[in-house]
């Protein structure tokens, strides 16, 4: 398979919402190529027909009754909170107007 | 009053009134003061509330009131488990100073059965790493030999076992950081089976490998511990219902007739050849304890490494999309929108290690990828877990050293991310399966604890624990105890 370019990289970074610095790309570039390369090793491997697993212990979906139960305490929640107003977290504004 | 004391003896003695659960809590506080300075296990103390539960259990002593096995035992807990009103910060700056509105399932279990908590136990920043020197507070140095890693992510549980500043600690595995650690330093770590202990209130790494697993410093806390913490849990939609057990069932020391398999690609090269020598030495115990003992072989082993990388950091680049400076953690200054806030919020908080498996995580899961790299480890994943199940057709259970090595200094990887990695070459593929495993230590090379891992299929975790306890009744490595040498 192709190595990882700078633009790649970049491009990956953009999407996982984090920023680097140039020389951070190119220890970036250099560590995810290395890793790539030895995770390429699965190739060797025919796997046309094995299905894929997600879960090891196989359970059936997890339901329950919809009915109403204690939740967290408002103010115990936004304790944690960067920034909050009137009892909500508070964001630049978002949708321009 | 005697360090390395474990939750059994801690009982008998309380029960005796030979000591006051007030002296053992105090002694272990002085023992934290005093070493933790060089150690660093802990990133929060809880002495306030360990002293006051103390009084409690002793008050019930002396009003001839029964106490529970575990009852006013101090333990430690991983600083990526939830606990209400005390910080947990997972050693991350991401999270400095965030404190959970809520006790995790564990933290509640062992509350409930009276276990006193001191403190919260350093780790590898968002438990990604095998040596502890990714922790974004400070590094965990092994009590063994201060130069050296405890192992990791879970180093700071193991290494406040082991240093005596806890008889016990939960840490959790997701691909050998409770067991490898506990390698590391001489104790016995159990992953157990993927859903008989609840994650819920765990901060979740890998959700389809994450596992919550006890330190203990022999095989009987061992059984204790897995009592207290195991069990059908509502709040986690992985939990599996079932028929608990009492583990304690399993510490007879009749191993007669268990068949064990040695699986041959476990101690193939990358193996120290002295730490497959200790491996070998125990399996002759096993043999003298009337086990039969054959070679098995789990031929998708090889792979493990890979299947385990590319579906960790999937994992764990979907999980840490949640910290985005907004609901809780840490939010950068100077930003000019949100998307600038999750940006810079995501970029300062979070440490390399965990920035290069998000990065991995987000590039395996990017579209073109996914087929080539995600959904492959997951096709591979289903070979990995039926070499398990081939094997335990033939066998109770396996045997395989825990760690390449013994202890390696800090710094010795960490420039090279692929050589830290290779540390968990035997442990990874027992996530993978989802099976359980424990690491019991077996020997020792240059007064470094050398450990094996028992093996056991879905579930069987008392076969574990009776292979382990049998062997401990045989040999005295568990009772080993190291002299720490007091550093800067």
């Not at chain 2, 910060?89 to 564990?106: I, Q, R, W």
């Not at chain 2, 007879?252 to 730490?275: L, S």
Request: contains cysteine.
């Amino acid at each position: 398979m192709m190595g990882v370019s700078r633009k790649d990289v970049q491009y990956v970074a953009e999407l996982a919402r984090l920023e680097f610095k140039s020389e951070e790309i190119d220890r970036f570039t250099h560590d995810l190529n290395n890793v790539l390369d030895y995770v390429n090793k699965l190739d060797e491997l025919d796997t046309e027909n094995i299905e894929p697993l997600a879960n090891p212990v196989h359970i059936e979906n997890a339901l329950r009754e919809d009915e109403l139960e204690e939740s967290l305490d408002r103010e115990e929640v936004l304790m944690n909170a960067p920034d909050k107003l009137h009892g909500y977290f508070k964001v630049p504004r978002i949708i321009e107007g | 009053m005697e360090n390395f004391l474990t939750a059994h003896k801690i009982h008998d003695l309380l029960v005796k009134k030979q000591v006051t659960d007030k002296e053992l809590v105090d002694s272990c506080i002085e023992r934290i003061e005093k070493y933790d300075g060089t150690i660093g296990a802990y990133l929060n103390k809880n002495y306030e509330e360990a002293r006051k539960a103390a009084d409690k259990v002793d008050e019930k002593i002396s009003k001839g009131e029964e106490i529970g096995c575990i009852e006013g035992v101090p333990f430690a807990l991983k600083d990526n488990i939830c606990t209400k009103g005390i910080p947990t910060t997972c050693a991350s700056k991401m999270l400095e100073g965030f404190v959970p509105p809520y006790d995790a399932s564990v933290t509640e279990k062992l509350y409930k059965a009276r276990a006193v908590l001191i403190g919260k136990t350093n780790m590898d920043e968002f438990a990604m790493g095998s040596s502890n020197e990714n922790s974004a507070f400070k590094k965990v140095k092994n009590p063994w030999d201060i130069d050296r890693v405890p192992g990791g992510s879970s180093g700071g549980s193991a290494a406040a076992v082991a240093s005596g500043e806890a008889a016990f600690a939960l840490g959790t595995d997701t691909g050998g950081s409770v067991r490898q650690p506990a390698s590391l330093c001489g104790l016995a770590g159990l992953k157990p089976t993927y859903g008989l202990v609840s994650r819920y209130g765990l901060i979740a790494f890998a959700s389809s490998l994450d596992q919550i697993s006890p330190f203990t410093r022999d095989v009987h806390d061992m059984a204790l511990i897995l009592n207290a913490i195991a069990g059908y849990d509502a709040k986690d939609s992985t939990s599996y219902n079932r028929q608990t057990m009492d583990y304690r069932k399993a510490l007879t020391g009749d191993i007669r007739g268990m068949k064990i398999g040695i699986p041959v690609e476990y101690f193939k090269e990358g193996i120290d050849e002295k730490v497959k020598k200790s491996v070998f030495e125990a399996i002759d115990i096993f043999k003298s304890l009337g086990t039969e003992v054959f070679e098995v072989s789990l031929p998708h082993t090889e792979y493990s490494l890979a299947v385990y990388y590319i579906l960790s950091s999937a994992e764990a680049s979907s999980n840490l999309a949640r910290y985005d400076g907004i609901k809780y953690g840490y939010r950068a200054k100077d930003y000019t929108d949100a998307i600038d806030i999750y940006t810079k919020s995501r970029s300062k908080g979070f440490g390399d290690e965990v920035k290069r498996r998000i990065m991995l995580g987000t590039y395996v899961l990017s579209a073109g990828y996914y087929d080539a790299y995600y959904k492959k480890a997951m096709k591979v994943r289903s070979l990995i877990k039926q070499d398990f199940e081939d094997a335990f057709k033939k066998c109770d259970i396996l045997i395989s050293p825990t760690s390449p090595t013994t202890a390696f200094k800090i710094g010795e990887k960490t420039q090279n991310p692929l050589s830290m990695y290779m540390s968990d070459i035997c442990t990874v593929p027992i996530n993978i399966a989802g099976v359980c495993g424990m690491s019991l230590p077996c020997g020792f090379l240059n007064n470094l604890p050398v450990g094996m891992q028992l093996i056991g299929n879905y579930f069987d975790e008392y076969k574990l624990i009776k292979a382990g306890y049998a062997f401990q009744k045989n040999t005295n490595y568990h009772k080993m105890t190291p002299e720490i040498r007091e550093g800067e």
